[in-house]
């Protein structure tokens, strides 16, 4: 019988792996989460994957956020891992800077990867290097920008007739 | 040598030995907007590419715009053949990130709900796979406890379809007696129905011939393809999101995870039917659950949480602090707080998940959903490859793909 498998000793095991590479570890609701750089995410990946005490061998869910503000490292790739056997999740960040948008394909590790990552590159233009179909997948193909971006507003903001400056959101 | 190479062509024609064949994007047998681009070597599945996408409608852009409660009718469109499900699935979020504790009455009527979707759910796909395998009779018998299960949410919420059934921390309203008397009748007669409809396919030997053996994953793969809920269960692996992440008070009951061993399309098709008897015998647990409530316990049916939960209407016409949180939450100006949640249910067809990101401002930064739909559905090809057209109709349909749920 080995100990279950906690946040703490996940975190454990990606320090002594990674080092200082690893960071910003948080648990917000209870679910580990940490960063690495862009370039070792497959490393991670494999190393949750392989490691016969993680065992995070299961892709529960990838897809990116847009910071605008955030210089240099806009877009976050988040991926949601599960460990079944323990009953494990964790969350695995890398940001990258938008103007260069490169991040390794997860689908050699993931077959499930290659949709969820088609459409994070559909919405918000993450170029999933190595991904064997990256095109989009629900908006149409002759589409010039990506709409989930921060940048492109819900509504038109030339329209005159509403006046929000009474809520807080002018 | 292939079969066609004997084949003599005559002068300019071309030599292409396969067919190119459309399935969709509307077509009967798909039982959604689904296009499959085929390519076929007589009546075998070479190739087949999927195009998603036409019913797509932006909902995570929509919900960066909108308050929390504003939300709830976009999940409905989601997998809108358990529409009660993606309700509380996103009213549990909102609750997980509000750190809202809902009262057991709450909790076990929303069991209820949501065990009355799953039936509802499986029952629609199991009898289209009768259908794609010829047998129209299962499916036009059980439509009628589809109706009886629409009528029990009409009775709460006031619609049958797109439900947007639930508030944040509980229901809009309490369950009536119609409400009760239908949900008796129900847990009364369905039994029997499920039974027939069973009877019906279970041993029949078109459909073992039709499912058996076809559109078969392993467990495997399956879970390499990140597959959740019934199409991973067939597999035999016995993963249930109620089971290991408990929400809603599941852990409360005990009820069996049924499994296949192939993966194919009557295993899929069988764990449908064994989740519907367990989904039986949950409501009915649920039910003597909420039965046992006494005094003012028995007609809790919301959390008390003002700034998320409309006050009663008539106290919005008579008190001015009702009047203030009734205007606030309807014009959305409550900030949420700021934060990154997780969390999911067991929906009929897997693992719906939702990745809410709050900046502390009045509608979510950023809202993901996790549709199991949307992930299955790409391995489509791989589960095709080789066979019939006809058993790729009937594995299309026995994955419960939900075109709604899949483009989002």
């Given amino acids: 019988m080995t100990m279950a498998l906690t946040n703490e000793i996940v975190k454990e095991k990606l320090v002594a792996k990674f080092g200082e590479q690893v960071t910003a570890f948080a648990e917000p609701y209870g679910m580990l989460t940490f960063e690495a750089p862009k370039e070792l995410n497959l490393k991670v990946l494999n190393f949750l994957y392989d490691d016969e005490e993680l065992k995070f061998r299961f892709l529960t869910d990838l897809q990116a956020v847009h910071y605008p503000e955030d210089k240099g490292r806009e877009l976050a790739v988040v991926y949601h891992l599960h460990n079944l056997i323990d009953n494990v999740r964790i969350r695995f960040k890398v940001f990258t800077d938008i103007s260069r948008p490169d991040v390794y394909t997860a689908t050699g590790l993931f077959s499930g990867a290659n949709w969820m990552e088609r459409e994070t590159y559909d919405f918000f233009g993450v170029n999933f290097v190595g991904h064997p179909n990256l095109k989009r997948i629900l908006n149409v193909d002759e589409m010039d920008y990506f709409p989930l971006r921060k940048e492109y507003p819900l509504e038109d903001q030339t329209r005159i007739d509403k006046d929000d400056e009474m809520f807080g959101r002018g | ?408």
């Fill in chain 2, 1 to 408: 040598m292939t079969e066609h190479e004997h084949i003599r062509l005559p002068e300019g024609s071309i030599e292409k030995t396969t067919t190119t064949l459309n399935l969709g994007p509307t077509h009967p047998a798909t039982h959604g907007v689904f296009q499959n681009i085929l390519e076929l070597d007589g009546e075998r599945i070479v190739s087949a590419e999927q195009t998603v996408g036409y019913i797509h409608r932006a909902f995570e852009k929509l919900a960066e715009r909108r308050p929390l409660y504003q939300v709830t009718p976009l999940t409905d469109r989601l997998n809108y053949c358990s529409s009660p499900i993606n309700n509380m699935g996103w009213h549990i979020t909102c609750e997980k990130l509000l750190n809202i504790k809902t009262p057991k009455r709450v909790d076990y009527l929303r069991i209820i709900i949501m065990e009355l979707a799953r039936i509802s759910d499986h029952l629609i796909c199991n009898s289209i796979v009768g259908v794609d395998t010829g047998a129209y009779t299962g499916f036009l018998y059980v439509m009628q406890y589809r109706e009886l299960i629409y009528e029990i949410y009409e009775e709460i919420c006031g619609s049958r379809l797109t439900t947007n059934i639930g508030r944040i921390g509980g229901f809009e309203r309490n369950f009536n007696v119609i409400a009760f008397q239908k949900l008796d009748k129900f847990l009364a007669e369905y039994p029997d129905v499920l039974k027939e409809f069973i009877k019906l396919f279970e041993r029949n030997r078109i459909f073992m011939e039709r499912t058996q053996g076809t559109g078969a994953i392993s467990a495997e793969r399956a879970l390499n393809y990140s597959f959740t809920g019934p199409n991973l269960r067939a597999a035999g692996v016995d993963y249930d999101v109620r089971v290991h992440t408990p929400y809603s008070s599941y852990e409360d009951f005990q009820f069996n995870v049924p499994v296949g061993t192939t993966g194919d399309n009557f295993d899929r098709w069988q764990v449908r039917n064994e989740e519907m008897w367990e989904s039986l015998s949950i409501i009915e647990h649920a039910y003597r659950k909420v039965q046992e409530f006494k005094g003012p316990d028995a007609e809790v049916f919301h959390a008390d949480v003002p700034e998320y939960y409309l006050p009663e209407k008539e106290d919005v016409y008579t008190k001015m602090e009702a009047l203030i949180w009734h205007f606030k939450i309807i014009m959305g100006e409550i900030n949420i707080p700021a934060g990154e949640v997780y969390s999911c249910v067991e929906g009929a067809n897997g693992e719906l998940g939702f990745y809410l990101i709050s900046d502390g401002g009045r509608t979510p930064y950023r809202l993901h959903f996790r549709r199991p739909g949307f992930i299955y559905y790409q391995a489509f090809e791989e589960m095709t490859k080789g066979s019939m057209m006809s058993d790729a109709i009937v594995t299309l349909s026995s994955l419960n793909l939900i075109a709604g749920e899949i483009d989002a």
